[in-house]
């Protein structure tokens, strides 16, 4: 395991796409995009979703921290431009693991978000797979997937219908609007708000109380809050991915879902045909 910083100076163009460390008995991940707001790529998705298969085997690891690098995005979700050019930002073989490596690889061990920027997208997801989160007051968070001709794939269109009340989370996901850190967490969707630059102390220290805990015990406890199987699974979001899987093939194939990542890339508004 790499000792790294998480300081904010420019990162290289062969920086990779995301750092791991260790605090005492907690994983600190560190989405390291930030010229492209951390957006996800394929080797981004490879580190992290490694690193939480090594945080689930290591009994050494009690709690696991994500954030991202920077101070202007925690992650702007999938890399529209990779997208735009026909890259797959989720590479073979990992699909399973989702968005990021994060999105659909549940572990045993609490998972906290520490959202240091912007979360829109991509990021609103990885902070409702995480089991806990800690927001930059300076943060905002949405799912504008509509806006793209996209669908919110990542688990964001059933985890926030489920997370929010639900006329709210509907229109956030009809719409594709934005929410600030104060509102995300009046609606619960973050645990709190702390002072931007501070959020990742907030969040190690909110780990570090965690694995003062007996480590089985937090584990079996959240096995049972979450019904998250011995093996891995959450047998109560199957539907939801299935569903998921489905309408994203049907939307993929249209020429709205093409038109967006390019109206994107080319800084221009989208001229949607409903095919």
């Not at 026909?86 to 659909?104: D, F, K």
């Not at 109380?209 to 096995?223: D, E, S, Y």
Request: with cysteine; net charge negative; aromatic share 4%.
């Amino acid at each position: 395991m790499t000792e790294v910083s998480t300081a904010t100076t420019p990162t290289p163009s062969d920086a990779p796409a995301a750092l791991v460390e260790r605090r005492g008995h907690v994983m600190l991940i560190t989405l390291n995009r930030p010229a492209a707001r951390n957006a996800v790529n394929a080797e981004m998705c490879v580190i992290v979703g490694d690193a939480l298969r090594e945080a689930d085997d290591d009994a050494d690891v009690r709690a696991v921290v994500l954030t991202g690098a920077g101070d202007k995005a925690f992650c702007a979700g999938a890399d529209l431009k990779a997208i735009a050019r026909g890259e797959s930002v989720i590479p073979p073989g990992r699909e399973q693991w989702g968005l990021a490596g994060y999105v659909g690889h549940p572990i045993s061990k609490p998972t906290i978000a520490a959202v240091n920027g912007s979360a829109m997208g991509g990021g609103t997801e990885l902070v409702l797979a995480s089991d806990l989160a800690i927001s930059s007051s300076a943060a905002t968070f949405g799912l504008p997937e509509v806006t793209r001709g996209l669908v919110a794939g990542a688990g964001g269109a059933f985890r926030l219908a489920a997370k929010l009340p639900p006329v709210v989370a509907l229109e956030l996901l009809f719409t594709g609007d934005s929410i600030t850190a104060d509102r995300a967490v009046e609606l619960n969707l973050i645990n709190r708000v702390v002072t931007p630059g501070t959020e990742v102390a907030a969040a190690l220290e909110l780990a570090e109380r965690i694995a003062a805990n007996a480590p089985l015990a937090v584990q079996a406890t959240k096995r049972i809050a979450l019904g998250l199987s011995a093996s891995g699974h959450r047998p109560a979001e199957e539907l939801g991915w299935t569903m998921t899987s489905t309408e994203i093939m049907a939307v993929a194939a249209s020429e709205d879902a093409k038109e967006g990542p390019r109206a994107f890339a080319e800084k221009r508004a989208p001229i949607w045909q409903g095919r």
